[in-house]
């Protein structure tokens, strides 16, 4: 936990770093999670029209694929959103 609430401070300290850091989460999180329900849909319903053949065919590895996907556009939000909270608490601090 210490760990943690000292990258906080830092990137409380650091508001340009903070600040590019939101940045690209922002787009790695966009671009990870564009279109990610239409194709867990179409992986879905390829998989259960083709069943083990579908599978052994690669349904299964894409089904993985976009597993991790969704793990790391959350990651992407995740940095997002520490970002977003050191950037407003530096703001906050220097009204005070």
């Known amino acids: 936990m210490a ?6 401070t830092w990137l409380c ?3 340009l770093v903070s ?4 940045t690209l989460s922002f787009v ?8 990610i329900v239409h194709l867990f849909s179409a992986n879905a319903e390829y998989l ?3 069943g ?3 599978m052994v065919d ?14 790391a556009a959350m990651a992407a939000y995740m ?13 906050r601090h220097q009204h005070d």
């Open 58 to 71: 690669g349904g299964l590895q894409q089904l993985l694929e976009l597993i991790l996907s969704a793990c």
């Open 28 to 35: 790695v999180f966009g671009k990870l999670s564009f279109d």
């Open 48 to 50: 259960l029209d083709n």
């Open 79 to 91: 940095l997002f959103k520490l970002c977003e909270q050191a950037l407003l608490e530096r703001m």
């Open 13 to 15: 300290q650091h508001s």
């Open 52 to 54: 083990w053949t579908g």
């Open 19 to 22: 600040f590019l850091l939101l």
């Open 3 to 8: 760990r943690q609430r000292k990258m906080f």
